[in-house]
């Protein structure tokens, strides 16, 4: 049987990586709206990859015989501005790969969840990362040049 903290965070991820993947297609179809064809399409396979690490979670727990839930999400915040979010994005990613990486080394005895973690942790890593990049980006060209470059 798998360790309990890491069966909850299996569920954590499936509830919590469920909104977030909503969270960016919803964010996917406001920039779309706005005309930045290069970040509503970034964020729409973003959402996509999200649900695939939601189905690799859910079908782990399913492996375990565990009762997989359906749980309550609560309200998150949704950006009209595309550098706001990306600023958001950005600081979801740094908590949530503190968080991430504790539930992996937990998971280390358990090699299929390991996998399953480790590699969402680099997913998160180099969203994380692209994030960054992009602020400081925005910082050396500015916001207008920035957004142009995401028509």
């Not at 729409?44 to 979670?57: F, M, S």
């Not at 309200?75 to 990306?86: K, L, T």
């Not at 280390?108 to 980006?137: C, F, P, S, V």
Request: aromatic letters at 10%.
């Amino acid at each position: 049987m798998a360790n309990k903290k890491v069966l909850e965070g299996l569920q954590i991820i499936v509830t919590d990586l469920a909104q977030q993947a909503d969270g960016h297609q919803l964010q996917s179809r406001i920039f779309a709206s706005q005309g930045f064809t290069k970040l509503a399409e970034k964020y729409a396979e973003h959402a996509t990859e999200e649900r695939g690490y939601v189905d690799k979670c859910i079908d782990r727990l399913l492996d375990y015989g565990c009762e997989v839930k359906l749980e309550a999400k609560k309200e998150g915040p949704v950006c009209m501005d595309p550098v706001d979010w990306v600023k958001y994005d950005l600081q979801v990613s740094k908590d949530g790969l503190a968080w991430l990486k504790e539930i992996t080394e937990e998971a280390r005895d358990d090699y299929a969840t390991y996998d399953i973690l480790k590699e969402y942790y680099l997913d998160e890593e180099e969203d994380m990362y692209w994030g960054e990049t992009q602020l400081e980006l925005i910082e050396k060209i500015g916001k207008q040049n920035w957004l142009l470059q995401q028509l």
